[in-house]
């Protein structure tokens, strides 16, 4: 997705630019300093901060390079796209002309090439930048490959390139896996999807929920009429008042959970609680996925309340009554929800801490989540790898945690062996976040003895990551210090905004809404997008 980036460039005569995004009738360029078509205004600039903050001195060099470098690398991929743009481009021939290109740059020429309906010379392009450098031969480049063509359809092209991939004893994951038979049974190929199905057993992968979606998404129009059969047979057995077991009734509402059927699942569901059948959690957690898949988020409070009224209440329970409210960025109820768990004398657990800290990260109360970080060590709630994705996320987005990475690093906590023992349905519901994605890219690029030659703790990983995406990291970190201390104002979340919305964010923080304005292709990539 495309981002947006607001600026402020200041210079030694304490001027700043500010370019709007106002295009001209044909649509050409304006300016040579600007890209697209923008007005370039100079204007003089007072800043009270800068007398009374001597940190700002200290670090404007390092704040003015970052931003320098950042401006000049989206300059050079617009200039990228605008050559491929061209009706007679090759990419190869680009890529042979400039030697090779960045990662960013990579996966923005082969969006570019999915979007214009270039997608068969993906493969092409793929095999050249590789060959540059061998690290780039990875699980990870090869699963986002091998799902974009799974989605076009390039069948042989996505199978070819697997193979490729056995050929370099690469592992295919279980998300390759998916992607090909999704991608056979979208063209009605069910016996080659089955073949990888059986392949992927074979291989010790066990199949997800998510293995089967494309099978039965496949199969929905042949399998409409066994639905119609069931719910017959169901009508039957009322009519003649015959006993129904459990077993049968949650077969029933698992066949409308597959099938998407929200209505008929709801009013299965309360027939089910009605007959008083046995509510088991993997049945509650598979509920807790189709209202999170449909945004159905009080229903998850109404869930954790049917839970404990049969089983009691559980982690589970508190687990999904502290995300529905977390979910509608609601403070009152999550609250209420913690009171209640203080009540009840229920330990908090790092599933509590992460679905509340998210919650505070979303609203972006930095106060709250100060507080709530400083206080894990007296709750006694051990944080794991999604605690501290959660804080480098919100380093990006203004928050300073440097005081909670000193108390982690004073503990030992961050010597400790890396852990997830987070809800599986708070990652449902928020995703994996910037920091853990980039974990997951930086450690797939490893080789296999790298990844198994050591015992990795959450400070070798926060390294690594640094290491591989220093660069980047340290420039949101930048962006965020900036913005912090008044001089920059930006958005950076995954698609575009309109001016309107950054200035109703602006308003909000108690920022005006001037600066520079970049349009950026790409700035950053969805990992799992």
């Known amino acids: 997705m495309e981002s947006v980036v607001y600026l402020h460039l200041h210079n030694t005569n304490n001027t700043h630019c500010k370019v709007r995004l106002n295009k001209n009738k044909k649509n050409k360029l304006t300016h040579n300093r600007v890209f697209f078509a923008k007005t370039l205004i100079r204007k003089p600039i007072s800043c009270c901060c800068l007398s009374s903050a001597p940190s700002l001195d200290y670090h404007s060099t390092n704040h003015t390079t970052l931003l320098v470098e950042s401006y000049h690398e989206h300059q050079a991929l617009n200039a990228l796209i605008q050559r491929l743009n061209k009706k007679v481009s090759c990419p190869l021939q680009i890529l042979q002309h400039d030697g090779d290109w960045t990662k960013d740059h990579f996966w923005a020429v082969i969006r570019f090439l999915k ?24 699980e990870f480049n090869y699963q986002k490959i091998i799902g974009m063509l799974c989605e076009e359809g390039l ?8 193979q490729e991939m056995e050929g370099f004893a690469l592992k295919p994951s279980l998300e390759i896996y998916n992607s090909i038979i999704h991608g056979y049974s979208k063209i009605g190929k069910f016996n080659e999807a089955l073949l990888f199905l059986n392949e992927m057993k074979e291989m010790n992968l066990s199949p997800q929920s998510d293995t089967y979606d494309g099978l039965i998404q496949a199969y929905e129009f042949a399998c409409a009429g066994l639905l119609k059969r069931m719910e017959g047979t169901y009508k039957s057995i009322l009519t003649k008042r015959m006993h129904l077991r459990s077993s049968t009734m949650v077969a029933i509402l698992d066949a409308y959970m597959n099938f998407g059927m929200l209505d008929k699942m709801e009013k299965f569901y309360k027939r089910l609680l009605n007959s008083r059948t046995p509510l088991k959690e993997d049945l509650v957690r598979k ?27 559980t982690e589970l329970v508190w687990c999904l009554r502290l995300l529905s409210h977390a979910c509608l960025l609601s403070h009152r109820g999550i609250d209420s929800v913690v009171r209640e768990m203080e009540s009840a004398k229920v330990r908090w657990n790092v599933t509590t801490a992460n ?11 930095f106060k709250h989540l100060r507080v709530l970080l400083s206080e894990l060590p007296t709750r006694h709630v051990n944080p794991d790898i999604v605690t501290i994705g959660i804080l480098y996320d919100a380093r990006r987005v203004g928050f300073d945690g440097t005081g909670a990475l000193e108390m982690w690093r004073r503990i030992g906590f961050l010597s400790k062996t890396v852990e997830i023992n987070t809800d599986p ?20 690029s490893l080789e296999p003895y790298s990844r198994e030659k050591k015992r990795w703790t959450y400070q070798n990983l926060i390294d690594l990551v640094k290491k591989h995406n220093g660069k980047n990291l340290d420039a949101n970190l930048c962006y965020s210090q900036l913005y912090q201390d008044g001089h920059i104002n930006f958005w950076m979340e995954f698609e575009w905004f309109r001016a309107t919305d950054v200035a109703r964010f602006a308003a909000k923080c108690g920022r005006k809404a001037a600066g520079i304005s970049i349009n950026i292709l790409d700035l950053f990539s969805r990992a799992d997008a």
């Open 115 to 138: 979007n214009s309906s270039r997608s068969r010379q993906i493969p092409q392009v793929f095999d050249m930048w590789k060959n540059i450098e061998k690290s780039r031969i990875n």
């Open 155 to 162: 069948m042989e092209e996505a199978v070819r390139a697997f």
């Open 287 to 313: 509920l807790a996925e189709v209202y999170i898949k449909n945004y159905m988020f009080s229903r998850l409070d109404d869930l954790g309340d049917d839970l404990a009224s049969r089983i009691g209440r």
């Open 355 to 365: 679905i509340i800290l998210l919650a505070y990260l979303k609203m972006k109360d």
């Open 425 to 444: 349905l708070v990652l449902a519901v928020y995703g994996k976040g910037h920091f853990l994605r980039y974990c997951e890219e930086v450690y797939s």
